[in-house]
């Protein structure tokens, strides 16, 4: 059975940094797409934040500030987030992709940031 963990959230400052983890577990890391979408409040859509397969993805409203990276042997991806700003405001959520199976999503973890 897959599943995914996130931490790392928190509240923090415009301006600083946090970074998440997500841990996997029940799957080979290595043969994944993995990433991280976002949900800045109820009933809005979700929005991209970065994936990670061979190379990298960002969402435009991240790139330069964020960075996502992957510890295969751990079974854990990583959201770096720094100059973080009040519209970064969300619940983050990881999720494991491969062809041919259904996405696994976390549970999410709250970022608030804010003065």
């Known amino acids: 059975q897959v599943q995914l963990v996130e931490s790392g959230g928190g509240l923090v400052q415009p301006g600083g940094s946090l970074r998440l983890s997500c841990a996997a577990s029940?799957?080979?890391?290595?043969?994944?797409?993995m990433g991280w979408y976002r949900r800045q409040a109820p009933g809005k859509q979700r929005e991209l934040v970065a994936?990670?397969?061979?190379?990298?993805n960002y969402g435009d409203s991240v790139k330069g500030r964020f960075t996502i990276s992957r510890d295969n042997a751990k079974k854990t991806v990583f959201l770096q987030m720094n100059s973080l700003k009040p519209e970064d405001t969300a619940v983050y959520y990881c999720?494991?992709?491969?062809?041919?199976?259904?996405?696994?999503w976390g549970q999410g973890t709250q970022v608030t940031v804010s003065s």
């Open positions: 999720y494991a992709n491969r062809p041919g199976r259904s996405t696994t």
């Open positions: 029940g799957i080979d890391l290595s043969l994944y797409t």
């Open positions: 994936t990670i397969e061979g190379g990298t």
